[in-house]
T-cell receptor
């Protein structure tokens, strides 16, 4: 079945360590996104990518980095520079508008990151 | 920059009754899309319904319908015949028309809906 996978579901790290969250999709979507969700908050955009080897900062990119070497994969690295990294992270993907009404975003199941 | 406001942090409804969730947004864009997403306790984000701003007709999906008032920048969600499985966080989201293939979403803070048996 087509979909988006994020692994692991729960991730624990010590403060000061970088950590990479995985996001893979087999929907053949060009665009991919990373969001952060905090308690009592909506989702906030961290980074997005329209095509391979290209990505743009979202609203809260500081302390994060991404890469897009393959169409299927969009990993997010939470660096030690991120002051409050503990959060729920969601990955999403979407098709370009030229492929019909596919501007909606499909979400993965998320990764809960806890940094102590 | 766009903002999305959901003024009802929590709501409850009796099973089989109807409930309306409110959403207002602020934008200078003329072409955009609006969405309602549902997030059950599993935390999986599920698209409930979408509305293109250029369409005057309100979108409907089975028991879910919207009241889109473009001039008032209002986008409310009505759930009819509420079911226990509708218990979830509901997020209103806005996306400007991109034309470049990506659609960045701006979310409201959500409304926690509880359906009471």
């Amino acid at each position: 079945d087509g979909g988006i996978t994020q692994s692991p579901k729960y991730l624990f790290r010590k403060e000061g360590q970088n950590v990479t969250l995985s996001c893979e999709q087999n929907l053949n979507h060009d665009a991919m996104y990373w969001y952060r969700q905090d308690p009592g908050q909506g989702l906030r955009l961290i980074y997005y990518s329209q095509i391979v080897n290209d990505f743009q900062k979202g609203d809260i990119a500081e302390g994060y980095s991404v890469s897009r070497e393959k169409k299927e994969s969009f990993p997010l690295t939470v660096t030690s520079a991120q002051k409050n990294p503990t959060a729920f992270y969601l990955c999403a993907s979407s098709s370009p508008s030229g492929q019909g009404l596919n501007y909606e975003q499909y979400f993965g199941p998320g990764t809960r990151l806890t940094v102590t | 920059a766009q903002t999305v406001t959901q003024s009802q942090p929590e709501m409850s409804v009796q099973e089989a009754e109807t409930v309306t969730l409110s959403c207002t947004y602020d934008t200078s864009e003329n072409n955009y899309y609006l969405f309602w997403y549902k997030q059950p306790p599993s935390r999986q984000m599920i698209l409930v319904i979408r509305q293109e701003a250029y369409k005057q007709q309100n979108a409907t999906e089975n028991r879910f319908s919207v009241n889109f008032q473009k001039a008032a920048k209002s986008f409310s969600l009505k759930i009819s015949d509420s079911q226990l499985g509708d218990t979830a966080m509901y997020f209103c989201a806005f996306s400007p028309y991109s034309g470049a293939g990506s659609y960045q979403l701006t979310f409201g803070k959500g409304t926690k809906l509880s359906v009471i048996p």
